[in-house]
């Protein structure tokens, strides 16, 4: 009979449980796509991606935006043709390399003027990289509005030891099934 008093209060516990991760994703998803800037929900103008070089990882700025270092995850709020016009010095632009692959580098000045097409220079926070790019107002991707150092440490270490956490997923699962299987026994025996 006491059994049977508890399995309400563990149905009760689960679903408090539930509801709590539910709000838990639906706040970490309302984090990530709302910049606080008065800029729109729409998770469908932001892009999330992970930083794979260290070409961003340099000295302490004073930009809204500060360096970061590889193995983070950034968001790219995609610019409309009005939203580029307001790029400025110091912003981390995503754009298009002539290979196709994504880079994102700082704003360090304009030639809007140039006869063979307005472009942005930009380069790396990291002082060991002495090269700028030449971006056309046609290559940009997007602007970096956020980073996340920790989330794209975590995403990283899943990435690189994805059967190690699968193993210690299923290892703890198991072990709740054998504590809850033993518990049940002993609560039987009584």
């Known amino acids: 009979m006491d059994a049977m008093d508890k399995s309400p209060q563990k149905r009760k516990t689960k679903r408090v449980v539930a509801a709590v991760i539910i709000v838990a994703v639906v706040a970490l998803a309302v984090y990530t796509f709302y910049d606080f800037n008065g800029h729109s929900l729409d998770p469908s103008d932001r892009q999330v991606l992970l930083i794979v070089t260290d070409s961003m990882d ?3 700025t004073e930009y809204e935006i500060n360096s970061f270092p590889k193995n983070t995850l950034i968001m790219v709020k995609h610019l409309s043709a009005e939203e580029i016009g307001e790029i400025k010095i110091g912003d981390v632009l995503s754009f298009k390399m002539a290979d196709g692959k994504l880079n994102h580098h700082r704003v360090i000045g304009f030639h809007l003027d140039d006869p063979s097409g307005a472009w942005i220079e930009t380069t790396g926070d990291n002082p060991s990289y002495h090269s ?36 210690l997923l299923a290892g703890i699962a198991i072990a709740g099934e054998i504590y809850r299987y033993v518990k049940t026994g002993k609560e039987l025996k009584e």
């Open 132 to 167: 700028t790019d030449h971006v056309s107002l046609n290559d940009i991707n997007g602007k970096v509005i956020g980073t996340m150092q920790w989330i794209g440490h975590l995403v990283t270490f899943v990435k690189q030891n994805f059967l190690l956490v699968i193993a």
């Open 58 to 60: 340099g000295n302490v």
